[in-house]
């Protein structure tokens, strides 16, 4: 019955979204069967003002986001380091054997979406037809 249940019931990952700033570069990956993979890692912090007023960052996070097939190639062609992005995407839990045979898990994002955060352009848009000729 404890199987029923289980099937009946079950859910699928969670859904998240992070905003934050790209820390590593992309890596790309080309998998055996052709298929694209873009792995790296967004760096979150929370701010708050100090005393003398400045502004600093704490409770900084670093979560590994992974892409596949279309969003992958878009991603490895026009994502850089240190853009302001929002990834949107499933949390998934990967295990593997590391070399001495020892069993290891890691958390990851697998990106549904990502979107660049537009204050990053260098400059201002007038117009959509502006977009084709700025640059990052």
């Known amino acids: 019955i404890y199987k029923k249940l289980l ?19 992309i890596e790309a990956r080309k998998m055996p069967d052709g298929t694209q993979k873009a792995k790296f890692r967004i760096i979150t912090s929370d701010r708050r ?4 007023g400045d502004w600093e960052d704490y409770n900084t996070s ?21 853009m302001p992005v929002t990834i949107q995407g499933h949390i998934k839990e990967v295990s593997w054997l590391d070399q001495d045979g020892n069993k290891k898990k890691s958390t990851e994002t697998r990106a549904t979406d990502i979107s660049v955060n537009i204050n990053y352009f260098k400059k201002e848009v007038d117009s959509v037809d502006d977009v084709e000729t700025n640059v990052w």
């Open 62 to 82: 670093g979560w590994t986001i992974v892409a596949w097939d279309n969003i992958a190639i878009r991603a490895i062609n026009s994502l850089r380091m240190g």
């Open 7 to 25: 099937e009946r019931y079950a859910m699928s990952n969670p859904n998240i979204v992070i905003s934050g700033r790209i820390g590593t570069e």
């Open 49 to 52: 003002k100090t005393a003398n």
